[in-house]
């Protein structure tokens, strides 16, 4: 049975996350999703790092400050990062054959080299960032 109390905690808790979900997009450094920069960076052949996340997956919250931290490796400075919302971007979760949030993609050369899904371990991380460096 709903009580006021449990309705009051409820509203309070949707409102905390909706006031922190932004700051957790922000702590894997991983840019907004746009089809033509992903585009210009598959034909410079330069790394890239595709991450379909979604603000209310506890996985994804794990994987941020774990990409964020490795994203801002000198070993890294070259790779372009991109994050997809899994409920809002379907069309392109769809387009590059993902099936889940908390994927991870790597692309070297302008092809997909690897994909991880629900990975939480720091060093299989950074194993497959190595993949597209």
Same mark, same amino acid.
């Given at each position: 049975m709903?009580?006021?109390?449990n309705?009051?905690?409820?509203?309070?808790?949707?409102?905390?996350m909706?006031a922190?979900?932004?700051?957790?997009?922000?702590?894997?450094?991983?840019?907004?999703?746009?089809?033509a920069a992903?585009?210009?960076?598959?034909? *410079?052949?330069?790394?890239?790092?595709?991450?379909? *996340?979604?603000?209310?997956c506890?996985?994804?919250?794990t994987?941020?400050?774990?990409?964020?931290?490795?994203?801002?490796?000198?070993?890294?400075?070259?790779?372009?990062a991109?994050?997809?919302?899994?409920d809002?971007?379907?069309a392109?979760?769809?387009k590059?054959?993902?099936?889940?949030?908390?994927?991870?993609?790597?692309y070297?050369?302008?092809?997909?080299?690897g994909?991880s899904?629900?990975?939480t371990?720091?060093?299989?991380?950074?194993?497959l960032?190595?993949?597209?460096?």
């Amino acid at each position: 049975m709903l009580t006021r109390r449990n309705a009051l905690f409820a509203t309070l808790g949707l409102a905390a996350m909706a006031a922190i979900g932004p700051a957790f997009a922000d702590m894997s450094g991983s840019k907004p999703f746009d089809p033509a920069a992903f585009d210009e960076a598959l034909k *410079s052949g330069k790394p890239i790092l595709v991450e379909i *996340s979604a603000p209310w997956c506890p996985i994804c919250k794990t994987q941020k400050p774990i990409l964020g931290k490795l994203l801002a490796d000198p070993k890294y400075k070259d790779m372009a990062a991109f994050e997809i919302d899994f409920d809002t971007g379907k069309a392109n979760v769809r387009k590059l054959g993902a099936t889940a949030q908390s994927t991870l993609l790597v692309y070297r050369d302008g092809k997909e080299v690897g994909r991880s899904v629900g990975e939480t371990q720091p060093e299989w991380i950074e194993d497959l960032l190595d993949k597209a460096v």
